[in-house]
């Protein structure tokens, strides 16, 4: 199938980007970056915006760096950015090792980190990394702009706290500090699927447990971090998602196992 007739807008600046969706976000102006999950959506038309806003040419929007105890990645930057560490230390090896598992190259060479998370899939690496780490998601409207803690930020399957018309900027994440370790591990049924669960678990002066794609949100659950039995603390806590194919039940034995190897490669 095709698209249904759109607008397209390609604004040059943040400014001109916001002021695009405070005017046509009431119509359903949807915002486009790497639109790997838009497009096809589009084609099918499950989703028929009126208005296109392509924010590609924003190179404002393309910021990766370190600075001030974060690391601060712009809405235009790509998964692949990741491939090798950007920074030295934890986070960068953390980072390097979780987009491993993100889809295949071709997707990771055009989606982007934080549409990952304005995406808001219960399946989402990165909305697993930044509710465990403890995320700051930056929203810009014409209003201005405002920081969002990842706790906050995720209220269920393709749902954040992003008003209509913000556009999200910038994602923080908490720099790690040196001699951090951490476990990450992901089940799917095959290399580059949709996860059925994945745990990460960071562990320097306390440890940090988060399960995704098990639940509507991703999320840190602290109840589990001081526990001896940690995963199976995790997975009763856990409310499973459930479809035809991967019960309630099972989703939480895969949590179980999910954050018990995490551990084990903390080890």
Same mark, same amino acid.
């Given at each position: !199938? ?6 397209? /807008? ?11 969706? /405070? ?16 497009? &096809? %959506? !589009? ?6 915006? &009126?208005?296109?806003?392509?924010? #590609? ?10 600075? #001030?105890?974060?690391?601060?990645? +712009? ?5 692949? @950015? ?21 889809? /295949? ?13 304005? /995406? ?29 803690? *990842?706790?906050?930020?995720?209220? +269920? =399957? !393709?749902?954040? @706290? ?14 790690? &500090? ?12 095959? *290399?580059?699927?949709? %996860?059925?669960? !994945? ?26 971090? =001081?526990? =001896? ?14 479809? &035809? ?11 179980? @196992?999910?954050?018990?190897? *995490?551990?084990?490669?903390? #080890?």
């Amino acid at each position: !199938m095709k698209p249904a007739p759109f607008t397209y /807008h390609a604004p040059r600046s943040v400014d001109e980007a916001v002021d695009l969706l /405070h005017q046509y976000s009431g119509e359903d102006g949807r915002v486009l970056a790497g639109g790997q999950s838009l497009v &096809p %959506a !589009m084609a099918l038309r499950l989703a028929t915006p &009126p208005h296109l806003i392509d924010i #590609n040419e924003i190179a404002a929007l393309r910021l990766l760096r370190a600075e #001030n105890g974060w690391l601060r990645i +712009g809405a235009l930057v790509r998964h692949s @950015a990741f491939e090798r560490p950007v920074l030295d230390g934890p986070l960068g090896e953390l980072l390097a090792s979780v987009v491993r598992h993100i889809a /295949h190259h071709p997707i990771r060479t055009r989606g982007t980190f934080c549409g990952s998370l304005a /995406h808001a899939d219960p399946a989402s690496e990165w909305c697993l990394v930044s509710a465990t780490l403890g995320a700051e998601l930056v929203a810009r409207s014409v209003r201005g702009t405002r920081t969002i803690a *990842a706790s906050d930020f995720f209220r +269920g =399957a !393709m749902s954040t @706290a992003l008003e209509p018309d913000e556009l999200l900027v910038e994602a923080r994440l908490p720099l790690l &500090p040196k001699g951090t370790r951490f476990g990450f591990y992901e089940f799917s049924r095959r *290399a580059g699927d949709f %996860a059925i669960a !994945m745990a990460l678990v960071v562990r320097g002066k306390e440890t940090w447990i988060g399960v995704g794609g098990a639940e509507a949100s991703p999320r840190r659950i602290r109840e589990a971090e =001081a526990a =001896a039995d940690a995963a199976e603390v995790a997975a009763r806590l856990i409310t499973p998602l459930s479809d &035809p194919h991967y019960s309630a039940a099972y989703r939480r034995d895969v949590v179980c @196992a999910a954050v018990r190897r *995490a551990l084990e490669q903390c #080890n």
